[in-house]
């Protein structure tokens, strides 16, 4: 048997998506029992991989190895697109390499396909005993990834970057045609835009330039948790503008299932606007 790791109370299961996750700590390996699960929507996957973050997160550890029960598991077509989307982000950002046991031929083919189209290994099995012994074999890379990235941005990139109107409340982030390369490059700009908001202490409404940003898949759980935390601290509300944008697309995706409205608008002038409605409705709430 092996140790499993306790989450913190805050993070205990509450849905039947947590209680299928277990890490196994002398292994360092994290188990996602997909068994009889049917992806039938993005909804669905962006829920499931919502767990794997928290849980993954509350353990306090980054780099694990995935194991991936996938016994029953069906991937309908509308699902793909996320499901293969999501688990690229969460295995650039926490894996040390995922092993899969027990696929049908359907879910086998999908991924297969996949693997030969983005140049990943499946490493599928037939049984578990068969995946913990490849994980086995594989090396941790743990003590590896825990250097430092170096810095993408100098603090004066960041600093002209972040523009406060007081007059309306609004804190504008230029992220335009940046790149968060890695876990940094979204600490090092979260962290200047806290910094800043805590010398005015309120709230303000946040106006979000996407145009042309790209968040890589190493810096998109960084900074999808970054994001969510800041909003909960210090925003009246938030909008985003960005014109045909794949981060904008990767917002709206995870705004299914993290209750946030993603408020993407193509403009400058539309996203203002829609900080306006935000204002009103606010003043008559009070």
């Known amino acids: 048997m092996t140790e499993a790791v306790t989450l913190p109370k805050a993070e205990a299961a509450a849905t039947d998506y947590d209680r299928r996750i277990t890490f196994h700590a002398a292994l360092q390996c ?3 029992d997909f068994s009889g699960l ?8 962006n829920r499931v ?3 794997l973050e928290r849980a993954i997160r509350a353990t306090g550890e980054d780099r694990w190895f995935f194991l991936v029960n996938l016994n029953g598991t069906r991937i309908e077509p509308a699902a793909w697109l996320a499901y293969s989307r999501r688990g690229k982000v969460l295995n650039h950002a926490h ?7 027990d696929a049908s031929d359907e879910t086998r083919r999908q991924i297969e396909r996949a693997a030969n189209t983005e140049a990943f290994d499946p490493n599928l099995f037939d049984n578990r005993a068969a995946a913990l012994a490849r994980i ?3 090396p941790s890379t743990r003590v590896e990834r825990r250097v430092s990235h170096d810095p993408n941005y100098t603090p004066a990139d960041v600093v002209r970057r972040i523009r406060f109107d007081l007059d309306r409340v609004i ?5 335009s045609h940046m790149t968060f390369h890695h876990s940094r490059d979204v600490d090092d700009v979260y962290d200047h835009i806290e910094e800043r908001i805590r010398a005015f202490d309120r709230r303000f409404f946040f106006l979000v330039n996407l145009n042309g940003c790209q968040i890589l898949p190493e810096a998109w759980v960084r900074y999808a948790h970054r994001g969510k935390r800041l909003n909960a601290a210090a925003s009246l509300g938030s909008v985003r503008f960005a014109a045909g944008s794949e981060t904008a697309e990767d917002i709206r995706m995870r705004a299914e299932s993290q209750g ?9 002038d539309e ?6 409605e935000m204002r009103t409705k606010l003043l008559a709430e009070r």
Do not use: K
């Not at 049917?38 to 996957?45: A, H, I, L, M, P």
């Not at 946030?260 to 400058?268: D, G, Q, S, V, Y």
């Not at 996203?271 to 306006?276: D, G, P």
């Open 271 to 276: 996203a203002l606007a829609l900080i306006e």
């Open 136 to 138: 086995g074999e594989m």
């Open 95 to 101: 894996s040390m390499g995922s092993v899969r046991f």
């Open 49 to 51: 991989y919502d767990a």
């Open 38 to 45: 049917v992806f039938d929507s993005s909804e669905t996957v």
């Open 30 to 32: 994290m188990e996602a």
């Open 260 to 268: 946030f409205r993603p408020n993407i608008r193509n403009t400058r």
């Open 171 to 175: 804190m504008e982030a230029d992220f």
